[in-house]
């Protein structure tokens, strides 16, 4: 796998991530290109990615490269970018963003339009190589250009394509603040299991062991997760007990409003960004 020079602009967990991904998949070292400002941080990018050529200044590597991911904070992308307009206009590179609600027309705008632009949600999972990251391309990508965003990105776990835009919110609700609901889910058992008289160690280990069974488990069987319920949830069982305690709550309605609160949230955050980069 080699699509010619790839640069990266910022030297985060998910650059790290990313490289990493792909020097594991083939990649020539000498391929990678990656600028970050901090001196701590190149550091680190050098011991994920030997043999990669990492540089503080985004122009110098910019300037090389047939693919660029934009793998900085959402709140400076638009500082990012407006000084890389000039050199991505004469270059046309594939921009890759995994920037979060941020829209593709805004970092196309920034960067003095005209390029074929995909928006990627991945999750923190990545870093393991065990993520799964939602792709959006706009309609200045080509089939060949999409897959050359799919390939890099599945280096770190498989690429759900998305229809629209829009979807890519939707995607940041579920699976990019995915992991979050189940590290609260498994703390909240933890310390039930704690408050029952189970020692830690025992009931965080019962917990993740549970939590890595059921999801291979619902994987694997290609069965629904109803039918994976009625599995587990006997008629006057010890599950029952607890769904109805859950239905009775109203777990359903509490946790799909938390999901479409943080669909909202990056829509938000979207506009925010829009907004900011007028200045």
């Not at 590290?183 to 310390?191: A, E, F, G, T, W």
């Amino acid at each position: 796998m080699d699509y010619g020079k790839v640069a990266f602009v910022g030297g985060g967990n998910m650059t790290r991530a990313l490289t990493a991904g792909m020097l594991a998949a083939g990649y020539e070292p000498s391929h990678l290109l990656i600028a970050e400002p901090l001196a701590e941080h190149r550091q680190s990018v050098a011991e994920a990615a030997p043999g990669a050529m990492i540089h503080e200044d985004n122009e110098t590597v910019v300037g090389q490269a047939e693919c660029v991911v934009l793998a900085v904070k959402p709140q400076i992308l638009s500082q990012v970018c407006k000084p890389l307009a000039e050199t991505v206009q004469r270059t046309k590179p594939l921009i890759i963003s995994i920037a979060a609600g941020v829209r593709s027309h805004d970092i196309d705008a920034w960067l003095g339009g005209g390029l074929a632009v995909v928006r990627v949600m991945p999750n923190q999972a990545a870093l393991l190589r065990l993520g799964i990251s939602g792709m959006y391309a706009n309609e200045r990508t080509t089939e060949e250009q999409f897959r050359i965003a799919s390939n890099i990105i599945e280096t770190t776990g498989p690429v759900i394509p998305v229809r629209t835009e829009e979807d890519i919110d939707t995607v940041t609700a579920v699976s990019g603040t995915g992991p979050a609901y189940f590290y609260l889910l498994v703390d909240m058992l933890v310390k039930v299991a704690e408050k029952l008289g189970l020692d830690h160690d025992s009931a965080l280990k019962l917990s993740l062991e549970t939590a890595r069974g059921a999801g291979e488990l619902a994987e694997q069987s290609g069965e629904t997760m109803d039918t994976l319920i009625a599995r587990v949830r006997s008629p006057g069982g010890t599950t029952a007990a607890a769904f109805d305690s859950l239905e009775s709550n109203g777990f359903r309605d509490i946790f799909s409003a938390a999901v479409i609160a943080a669909r909202d949230r990056a829509v938000e955050l979207a506009d925010a960004a829009h907004e900011a980069g007028k200045d």
